[in-house]
């Protein structure tokens, strides 16, 4: 949920005295807990990628929030390692020092071991690997713990993902930041139902099109790819996107969702012809507006109020037939579809329409704009900012992170790094002393 580098709009609106200079409606905390994928997601169940969601109780929540990181006991660890620096600790490992401390019979698991049980067993469910989130955010910006990846085998890294993430505990701790509820709302951070969310992973899971699409007064304003790199395949697919867009929202989106204002994101696997709901964000400067600025989408002009369905004499042909290959069944269609237009045109001649018309016709048939990476914009090098850069540690802890197979190695290796800069801090004490 919250943006991964944050736009020029959305850091002075956020800022302290500038409170006013984006023209956001309030943002109420109601919008913000509709917008949390417990709420949304029972909804929309049909459309959205294969996930569970596991009730979360006080003391998992206390878990997370706790300093440190202290995993559970792995039943398939090999063997036994503990780093005091690092602040990771399996209680599965050094047995000695347990059974020599005053808290012999402490659970790391107490209190929450039907939580930890679900997660296991939906971990099987969905096929052995899951990417999880809470309720607005995924741990995108901690994969560096998990070998560059946010896919999940086992609880533990589960646990190491949602501890060390700073977009997860945004979720805990700052979800009605900036929020203007009246004071009689009895909503408060700690009536907030956290959820932890599973979803199925998916090997094919291909991230270029992966779409952000934007909505004001029910009405979709534009839309942008999320994979902020140039993918040339998709300005041929353009026109096709946007009406499977627009047509999902109208159908299953504009109606149905308690708020006029919000962002979701959707994915539209090959063959391009079906459109999952993968999120929905508050319509409010922590949401990303990725290609777009805020105070562009903000200042967009209405869209026309004619939706294609209101046009006359206008048929709708599915884009899902002429992705199924039935190509007689289209042809059928497209030849009624003509047939009827001749007969209305033999019937009243009067009716045919001029060039202006046809012209103000076309301004009808309007669609949002899909903004795509072009190859000559800095993007598409990556001279912008990298992504979650803030979030991000230097070279040497990504790199211990990544040259094991596990959390043990990387506890080694980031005890070997410690001790060289110790060592490499005395040689240079000692030769500033000896000058």
Known sequence: MPAAVQSDDAASASSPGTQGQLPFPPVTREH??????????????????????????????????????????DDDAQAQWSDDDSGIFSASDNTDALDDSDDEGEDVLAGWRNIHTAITNTIAELGGKVVPKLNWSAPKDATWMNANTIMCRTPNEIYLLLKSSDFVTHDLEHAFDDTADSPSSTLTKGTIPYHLVLRKAVRQWNPSV??????????LLCMCQRDLNHFDFLFGLSG???????????????????DAN????????????????VDVNPWAPRTDPLLFSWMEILNMPEPPKESIDDLPDFVRLPMSMGASGNGSQLLEQMRAAAAAQD????????????????????????L?????????????????????????????????????EGLREFARDWEDILAKRRRDDEQLVESSEDD
């Not at 919000?262 to 709901?277: E, G, H, K, N, S």
């Open 32 to 73: 913000i807990l509709h917008c949390s994928y417990h709420s949304w997601h029972p909804k929309y169940r049909t459309i959205t990628p294969k996930a569970r969601l596991i009730p979360l109780n006080q003391a998992f929540l206390d878990y997370l929030r706790a300093d440190g990181i202290i995993l559970p006991p």
């Open 210 to 219: 992966e779409f952000r699409c934007f909505v004001r007064g029910r009405r």
């Open 240 to 258: 096709r996107l946007r009406s499977l867009i627009q047509e999902f929202f109208d159908v299953r989106l504009r109606d149905t969702f308690p």
């Open 262 to 277: 919000f962002a979701f994101d959707v994915y539209v696997p090959a063959p391009y012809d079906r459109v999952w709901l």
């Open 343 to 366: 007969e209305l045109d033999d019937n009243d001649s009067s009716g045919r329409l001029d060039d202006s018309d046809e012209s103000e016709a076309d301004e009808e048939l309007w």
């Open 368 to 404: 949002p704009e899909l903004r795509l990476i072009r190859a000559t914009d800095p993007e598409a090098y990556n001279f912008s900012t990298p992504q979650y850069s803030a979030h991000k540690l230097p070279r040497d802890v990504v790199d211990a992170s990544q040259s094991g």
